[in-house]
């Protein structure tokens, strides 16, 4: 068995679709696709749920804008539409209204899984009815109906052993087979959808390469591979041919986009190999995670966390920042499922660095004015640099106003206000101050 996975990216319109339809052509079988929902549909969902949860009355805009992209996406796929597919698109749409119809529970996680995954659900719908007509016979899997949780709503975790039974029953491994399924979501022991975490799709892909012990899996991404710096923010980027596991779970784990956090450890388990490879130059090769000790080439690696928001904490009275403090703050980041992204403490002051979209982060930040002077800082990022060098660090020291840094044998983090307005650098001036640090010094 191999394991596929595309993206939103990848399935956003017509010629997307019939692309990736050909690279599943050209794949040997047995072979299992995982599907992202098309486009920025998970995003209108995110922004239905908020409606429906808090009454907006944009609720009925936001459901009429997913069903128009998908209605559009169909007619723009098909010559001539077979008659099933919109049955079965038209079906998935009644369940959604029939669901946001209904009076909302007060608890919004549970809320967001079950409206979630529709996006996933309609996208595999889709992609499965056009690879059938084009002679592609495949079979459309309901991934709920495989993968078990439990019912943490929004992060949820697998049940490996009752999952394992399942998916082996559902996914044989027929040597002409073809399977499409979903990203993202599961089902808790009542029936209800979870999901696994946004981005999560990468990771159900990564538990079934697992459970079916498959040959490979492959990312299919909209670059040539992993490059050690995000090319939208930073001038020259490299592909890197090889990353051992440790280093892409350390990668993901400080906010690299190209592989979701949760991904490498199902497949590190069973030494299978996951390749990012482009969707849009198949041919090319790509990057390759397996075992190893370093990644090839060797280069500091630039990870970027933008739109950030510091929250500093001192106590209200003359005390210092005890171990207690610790414990409770960190209770209180637990019950409102905050993830931090940066903390570093002093004697009299906790800070602490979250993503700005995380939901709960200002009622968390009330909640800790009980208790102790709260001070906000928005618009920073956090530059993570790996196999850092002299140079690089200089670089980001004199380019940036640097709020906060920490810096270990092999990574660098600093804490970066963007709000501060630096002077523009000559090239020649920036080369003079970097004059003692060669970018080709030995790395740690």
């Not at 009454?55 to 169909?74: A, M």
């Not at 996006?119 to 499965?128: A, D, K, N, P, Y």
């Not at 403490?345 to 800070?351: G, W």
């Not at 956090?382 to 920490?406: C, D, P, W």
């Amino acid at each position: 068995m191999i394991i596929y996975k595309f993206g939103g990216v990848s399935v956003k319109d017509a010629s997307g679709i019939k692309n990736i339809c050909q690279i599943i052509g050209n794949a040997k079988c047995p072979l299992t696709v995982v599907i992202s929902a098309i486009g920025n549909t998970t995003n209108l969902l995110e922004a239905l749920v908020e409606a429906y949860f808090s009454g907006n009355d944009k609720l009925r805009e936001l459901l009429n804008q997913v069903k128009k992209n998908h209605t559009s996406l169909i007619h723009d796929l098909f010559e001539e539409v077979p008659e099933q597919v919109l049955t079965d698109v038209n079906a998935l749409f009644i369940e959604l209204e029939t669901k946001i119809t209904k009076p909302s529970s007060d608890q919004f996680n549970f809320e967001y899984d079950q409206v979630i995954g529709f996006g996933e659900l309609l996208s595999t719908t889709i992609v499965s009815a056009y690879l059938n007509q084009i002679g592609q016979n495949n079979e459309w899997v309901d991934v709920r109906t495989c993968l078990d949780s439990d019912d943490n709503y929004v992060d949820a975790n697998i049940l490996w052993e009752s999952s394992k039974e399942k998916v082996c029953t559902r996914f044989t491994k027929n040597q002409n087979t073809l399977y499409i399924t979903q990203g993202f979501i599961a089902s808790d022991p009542k029936g209800n959808t979870t999901s696994l975490g946004r981005e999560g799709s990468d990771y159900t892909a990564a538990i079934l390469a697992h459970l079916l012990d498959a040959e490979k899996m492959i990312i299919w991404k909209d670059v040539l591979g992993i490059l050690n710096a995000d090319p939208d923010y930073f001038e020259n980027t490299t592909k890197l041919d090889t990353i051992p596991y440790h280093e892409a779970i350390e990668l993901s784990y400080y906010g690299a986009s190209v592989i979701h956090p949760k991904t490498i450890k199902p497949l590190q388990a069973k030494q299978i190999p996951l390749w990012v490879k482009s969707f849009i130059e198949p041919n090319q090769n790509g990057t390759l995670i397996t075992k190893g000790e370093r990644p090839q080439p060797l280069l500091p690696n630039y990870i970027v966390k933008k739109q950030q928001v510091l929250v500093s904490l001192k106590p209200l009275n003359f005390s210092f920042i005890s171990e207690k403090d610790m414990v409770f703050i960190f209770s209180l980041v637990t019950k409102f499922r905050i993830k931090l992204n940066f903390t570093q403490n002093t004697a009299v002051s906790f800070v602490f660095c979250v993503n700005t979209s995380a939901r709960n982060w200002k009622d968390l930040a009330v909640e800790l004015e009980k208790y102790y002077e709260v001070e906000i800082t928005e618009n920073l990022e956090l530059i993570t640099v790996r196999h850092y060098t002299s140079a690089t660090i200089k670089e980001i020291q004199f380019k940036h106003h640097v709020l906060g840094e920490q810096k270990n044998r092999n990574t660098a983090i600093y804490l970066i206000d963007t709000n501060w307005n630096f002077p523009h650098i000559p090239k020649k001036e920036f080369e003079s101050a970097l004059r003692d640090f060669s970018f080709q010094e030995n790395l740690e």
